[in-house]
């Protein structure tokens, strides 16, 4: 669903006058490798342009999202599905005064396949508009997941989650378009040599460009610039090593950015919780939905 399909009030140009209310952001893994689920409400809230190296599979439980994905302008109201791809450079904000609350799966395309027994998912649209009845059969499945402890209950309910979501997908990889496949290098680097300082020019040498001309085009073909992509790149890569326990302050410099306070406000402005908290959330002891109080 594009913006103008549908019509709600108007954010409010103060930001302070919207409507009170708590915002939360709720990051764990079920237990099953390449699957983190997240529940989070926000009003206030704007997340930076930043990507996910997986499948964004989730459900809009109250308010609208607005959010920028694929070159277009996006609004998600209350009971729509949304289905964002891997590696999309995407923002997020509130809409209405309300702000939003969601729930999201991010599954690896690895992951997706073998659940789904089929290759080449993709989905023609990022919003889905859907019955009050299955918008709450997902947010049942993800609610669950939050929760499951059992090896195979994670694995039945990611199924049907995925079934869930089949009748949105298909299966038929659609070829990359010669622009696209034209900058694969630069992102092939980027992905290579994420921590080390990175400058226009050597950039376009890669794919024989001038400078600003790369510039002009990348920007065009992935609706960001090559810093928004590089730091998106950096912000995931950190994302992994925290899961993984690693201090924040290390995080940091193997990542590429300046400092651990670098890192916490990029890191808190593209997923809506601090480093240290998104650690604290993925031990075991935040398995009962602690609440990041934003």
Not at 255 to 264: C, E, I, N, R
Request: glycine letters at 6%; a neutral charge.
């Amino acid at each position: 669903m594009t913006a103008s399909d549908i019509h709600e009030p108007p954010v409010l140009p103060n930001p302070q006058a919207r409507a009170p209310g708590l915002e939360f952001a709720q990051y764990c893994q079920p237990g099953r490798a390449g699957v983190e689920i997240f529940t989070a409400r926000f009003v206030h809230h704007t997340f930076d342009p930043h990507t996910h190296e997986a499948f964004g599979l989730g459900v809009i439980e109250q308010g609208v999202e607005r959010f920028r994905y694929a070159g277009a302008e996006h609004l998600a109201p209350a009971n729509s599905l949304v289905m964002i791809h891997p590696d999309e450079v995407h923002t997020g904000r509130a809409e209405t005064v309300q702000g939003w609350r969601y729930r999201m799966a991010y599954i690896d395309p690895q992951v997706l396949e073998n659940i789904s027994g089929q290759t080449g998912w993709w989905f023609a649209q990022a919003v889905a508009p859907t019955s009050a009845a299955q918008a709450h059969a997902v947010a049942q499945v993800l609610e669950a997941l939050s929760h499951a402890a059992e090896p195979l209950a994670v694995d039945c309910l990611l199924h049907r989650l995925v079934d869930h979501m089949r009748p949105y997908a298909r299966t038929a990889l659609e070829l990359p378009t010669h622009g696209r496949l034209r900058f694969a290098p630069v992102l092939d680097y980027l992905h290579a040599y994420y921590a080390e300082p990175q400058n226009l020019e050597g950039l376009a040498q890669l794919v024989g460009l001038s400078p600003f001309h790369f510039l002009r085009q990348f920007q065009k073909q992935f609706h960001v610039t090559p810093q928004q992509m590089l730091m998106a790149i950096r912000l995931h890569r950190a994302k992994g090593l925290l899961a993984q326990g690693e201090p924040a302050a290390q995080v940091a410099a193997a990542t590429g950015l300046t400092d651990q306070a670098h890192l916490t406000r990029t890191f808190a402005r593209r997923y809506g919780i601090t480093p240290g908290r998104y650690q604290q959330q993925l031990n075991g002891a935040d398995r009962n939905l602690v609440q990041d109080r934003m």
